[in-house]
């Protein structure tokens, strides 16, 4: 798949990657845009990815704390 692919590379460049099709799977792409002539996320699909974003970060360490 294009995302194999592209995490393949990723680690490659020690690039971080973030796979937010899990989002839209568990949801369906109808639930998380604005219309369906309008396909920007809505807030839940930006509550969401912001959510996966920040466990992403935590996760992976990106984000050192200076005081710790």
């Known amino acids: ?26 949801y369906g792409e109808s639930q998380l845009v604005v219309h369906k002539k309008d396909d920007h996320p809505n807030k839940l699909a930006h509550d969401l990815i912001s959510n996966e974003i920040i466990s992403f970060i935590e996760q992976n360490n990106i984000i050192q704390n200076e005081s710790n």
Request: glycine content about 0%; overall charge positive; hydrophobic content about 35%.
């Open 1 to 26: 798949s294009f995302y194999n692919r592209l995490a393949n590379i990723s680690k490659e460049y020690s690039w971080y990657i973030l796979n937010l099709n899990p989002i839209y799977e568990k």
